[in-house]
Nanobody, 121 residues
Framework: QVQLVESGGGLVQAGGSLRLSCAAS????????MGWFRQAPGKEREFVATINRSGANTYYADSVKGRFTFSRDNAKNTVYLQMNSLKPEDTAVYYC??????????????WGQGTQVTVSS
């Protein structure tokens, strides 16, 4: 079992930055790939980024590539999503998830409760 708790969301102006954190409980954190997904009102859940178990490999959605950086600290059981050059279209609830290194939400078994990110224009 893995329990995930996101933090770091908030309101920021376009062009600004936020860093999301996701703290995991359980001894199996380092055996899971991690992912970030987001969901805006009225839209489907959308893949943002994924990182493999060691942190050596990452993959990003085209919409965030070059602006977001996904990292993990296995010693702290925490992953981070550094979001720079934020745009209003990045506004959504952001969820972290633990599972398989994949862009598909159904490959992830454990989910956090989500944290709201709002980018004003």
């Amino acid at each position: 079992q893995v329990q995930l708790v996101e933090s770091g969301g908030g309101l920021v102006q376009a062009g600004g930055s936020l860093r999301l954190s996701c703290a995991a409980s359980g001894r199996t954190f380092s055996s899971n790939a991690m992912g970030w997904f987001r969901q805006a009102p009225g839209k489907e859940r959308e893949f943002v980024a994924t990182i493999n178990r060691s942190g050596a490999n990452t993959y990003y959605a085209d919409s965030v590539k070059g602006r977001f950086t996904f990292s993990r600290d296995n010693a702290k059981n925490t992953v981070y999503l550094q979001m720079n050059s934020l745009k209003p279209e990045d506004t959504a609830v952001y969820y972290c998830a633990a599972g398989i290194y994949s862009i598909s939400w159904y490959e992830y078994d454990y989910w956090g409760q989500g944290t709201q990110v709002t980018v004003s224009s």
